[in-house]
């Protein structure tokens, strides 16, 4: 007995506080009870009221969810606000055109007026947020099923949302935080006018291009700057000539002190996805089965569109911002699965779940309780992994086929000309809007980069892809064909009307209902149904029950790791709410031997420098700059221009465009990136290896009014020397 107490006791002592200085992304509600002694402790001077308040203005006024995906920060009391390039990339696309290349030139707007409209941008403020836990939970029970819970949950949740929307124009929503085990309400205000002000040329925005993504030492000025507009009650309105500036209840002062080794700092915004408290089993399906195959197929993909996009500026202007965003998480996989690799991530995880079977088993009642968990876990990911498998070579394979998408996109209108109900009226209506999603959808494609897709991807699917569970009508048509992939695809491209802009869009401009059957009788429509009928009726049984019973083994478990280490304080993963990440500005060691500093220079760029590559250009007026040291108040102590900077913040994806605050609260970088080396921290977090890449704000400031002459910009931002 003694000594059973005595292993309990050195088990439970080995976990408490294992959360790392850096590590975690807090609920901004939280701070005050959670965090603010450290953040104090570690040299922060404002208070957990000034970073989230219900009671007046504070700094959560000044951030917003930027187009679904990103964050954003207001810098004025005009509504201007501050993104990551590679945020407002679709759009400043959009505006392009080989005649007003603001892509490859940059944009800056001389005038209010001559600001550009978004539509279909957004940003998004969090009015406040609540606990609702108990009554999320109202009426469920362990007893009943995943789905009969997610269900009560679900219908809990609507009286919620529409009670804390009464009568307000804001929208709101419930959250599942530490896999089901408390829920938070949050409630938000949405604006939908939201103007392009400026964006500098790529070889800024984006220098150092896919080359450097994910990697130190960079020197990206990876920036873009819109401008929230309201109704003249300063309410969100659609776009009107007539709308005015917002005028935020807070706005960022921006500081131009700079930073130093071991400076406090914290990152505000929306982190996307994070998975922390996962068995091994999962860290395995992910980091050494699904990563490979994925990073394999988009690969392919690169290869093939990056050889196009060297030869024609065209293509480059249709493909970049589709390579960029392949490439993306490509990269971010590899470094992932390696980071995950070094930091024997799966062995750590195993020897905690030995501990924990320890503990589970340690008496009948827990046992009872928590003992089968781990096994349980153990039994349906077996089971899945070939699955995922399968999943994975159709989602990364088969979709990034451009055709297969595109022509599926047709099934609503075959649909409609069955439903008796639909009229002539209904159906030219459908016909039209499919008229201008082509007219979009070919001003960025080329068949001839798309064919040569599909026979690699295709290629690598029939061959990889296990048998058993390849899509059918892909197995027949290559069976068809005697499994000559070439063959296969020369014919399809020709006979199908999807793959030529010409045929399809005079095809559509006279449609009737008649026509259908040419839709129907097509190979990239039978190809592209077949595939996603497949994924609807072959895999979504299997991969929705799989998820009905890990989401329940994961709650449990989620709670058992909770109370087998009551001491430790545990953050929830990101799911695109608001959080606050902090740590220090900091150094690491990223290989043997190798140093890497936490901030990088204007000279670097100049290193960097080789016109024959396209990601390393370097604009000819930034280089008369730099020649001339003409950095202004934007200098740094040490004399040079500091371009970005590292520290230990635990940010993730969503976290794009995040404002990085001093110990004052005051702007002094936007967060765009995170090292390579640290990126299996939506994983498991490593003190040593995880740091996020920020824009030093004053290279940021330098750009605007040095290069781009944009200083009535920086003239309206409250800015400290
Ligand atoms: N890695 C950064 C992020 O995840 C930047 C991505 C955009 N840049 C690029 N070169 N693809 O969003
Ligand atoms: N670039 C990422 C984004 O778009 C942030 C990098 C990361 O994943 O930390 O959110």
């Not at 922390?276 to 093939?304: C, F, H, K, W």
């Not at 196009?308 to 960029?324: H, P």
Request: hydrophobic share 35%; with cysteine; glycine share 6%.
């Amino acid at each position: 007995m003694k000594t059973k107490i005595f292993i309990i006791t050195v088990i439970l002592s080995l976990f408490i506080n294992l959360s790392h200085a850096g590590e975690g992304m807090w609920l901004p509600l939280l701070l005050s009870q959670l965090n603010e002694k450290e953040m104090r402790d570690m040299g922060m001077k404002i208070t957990a009221e000034d970073i989230y308040s219900v009671n007046h203005s504070s700094l959560k006024d000044a951030i917003v969810l930027f187009g679904g995906g990103c964050t954003g920060e207001l810098v004025s009391a005009q509504g201007l606000l501050l993104t990551n390039h590679h945020c407002g990339y679709g759009n400043i696309q959009k505006h392009s055109s080989l005649e007003h290349d603001y892509l490859t030139n940059g944009f800056w707007a001389q005038r209010m007026e001559e600001e550009l409209p978004n539509p279909g941008l957004s940003v998004t403020f969090l009015v406040r947020m609540e606990e609702v836990t108990v009554q999320t939970l109202k009426g469920v029970n362990d007893k009943m099923s995943q789905k009969m819970r997610d269900s009560i949950v679900v219908a809990n949740n609507k009286v919620l949302v529409k009670a804390a929307i009464n009568g307000t124009h804001y929208s709101a929503q419930v959250k599942s935080f530490f896999g089901g085990n408390q829920y938070y309400l949050f409630v938000s205000e949405t604006f939908t006018d939201v103007r392009l002000v400026g964006a500098p040329p790529s070889n800024i925005g984006k220098f150092g291009g896919d080359t450097d993504n994910w990697m130190w030492p960079r020197h990206t000025g990876d920036f873009s700057m819109f401008r929230i507009y309201a109704n003249k009650e300063n309410k969100p309105a659609e776009y009107s000539k007539n709308n005015v500036p917002y005028q935020p209840a807070k706005h960022l002062t921006v500081s131009l002190k700079g930073v130093k080794e071991g400076d406090f700092t914290f990152v505000y915004g929306f982190p996307g996805t994070t998975q922390e408290y996962l068995p091994s089993y999962a860290v395995d399906m992910t980091a050494l089965q699904d990563n490979p195959i994925a990073i394999g197929l988009r690969q392919q993909r690169l290869d093939i569109i990056d050889k196009a996009m060297d030869g024609d500026r065209l293509t480059r202007l249709q493909y970049s911002a589709k390579a960029a965003s392949i490439a993306n998480y490509w990269k971010k996989m590899i470094g992932e699965t390696r980071g995950i690799k070094r930091l024997d991530a799966i062995e750590k995880k195993q020897a905690f779940e030995r501990d924990f079977q320890k503990w589970a088993q340690s008496n009948t009642e827990k046992n009872a309780e928590y003992g089968q968990l781990l096994p349980s876990f153990g039994t349906i990911y077996s089971a899945f992994v070939p699955v995922n498998n399968a999943y994975t070579y159709l989602t990364e394979g088969l979709l990034g086929i451009e055709l297969v998408r595109f022509a599926n996109s047709y099934a609503n209108l075959v649909k409609q000309c069955a439903d008796k109900s639909k009229t002539e009226a209904d159906i030219k209506k459908t016909a039209e809007q499919l008229i201008s999603s082509a007219v979009a959808f070919y001003k960025n494609y080329n068949t001839n980069v798309d064919k040569q897709l599909f026979e690699a991807l295709m290629a690598t699917y029939t061959l990889s892809c296990e048998s058993s569970m390849q899509v059918s009508v892909v197995k027949e048509t290559a069976a068809k064909y005697k499994g000559s992939i070439p063959a296969w695809s020369n014919d399809l491209y020709k006979k199908t009307m999807f793959a030529d802009s010409v045929r399809l869009l005079s095809f559509l401009s006279g449609f009737e209902r008649g026509d259908v059957r040419k839709i129907e009788k097509d190979p990239a429509y039978i190809l592209a149904t077949g595939v996603y009928s497949y994924m609807l009726n072959s895999f979504a049984p299997i991969v929705n029950s799989f998820n009905a019973s890990n989401d329940s083994l994961q709650r449990l478990y989620m709670a058992a790791q909770m109370e087998m280490q009551p001491e430790k304080r545990f953050y929830p993963d990101a799911n695109s709410t608001l959080r606050v990440a902090y740590g220090n500005v900091k150094s690491f060691q990223p290989a043997d031997a190798v140093e890497y500093k936490w901030f990088t220079t204007l000279d670097g760029i100049m290193q960097k420098e080789n016109p024959d590559i396209y990601d390393y250009k370097v604009e000819p007026k930034l280089k008369e700059l730099y020649n001339l040291r003409d950095y202004g108040r934007y200098a740094d102590a040490d004399k040079s221009m500091h371009v970005a900077f590292i520290a230990s913040n635990h940010t993730t994806g969503g976290n794009s465009g995040s404002p990085v605050l001093n110990a004052d609260g005051q702007l002094i970088g936007i967060n765009f990136d995170r090292c390579w080396e640290g990126t299996m921290s939506d994983l498991m977090y490593d003190p040593d290896q995880c740091r996020n890449i920020s824009l030093d704000i004053r290279y940021c400031l330098f750009i605007i009014d040095k290069m781009a002459g944009a200083k009535r910009l920086v003239d309206e931002m409250t800015v400290v020397e």
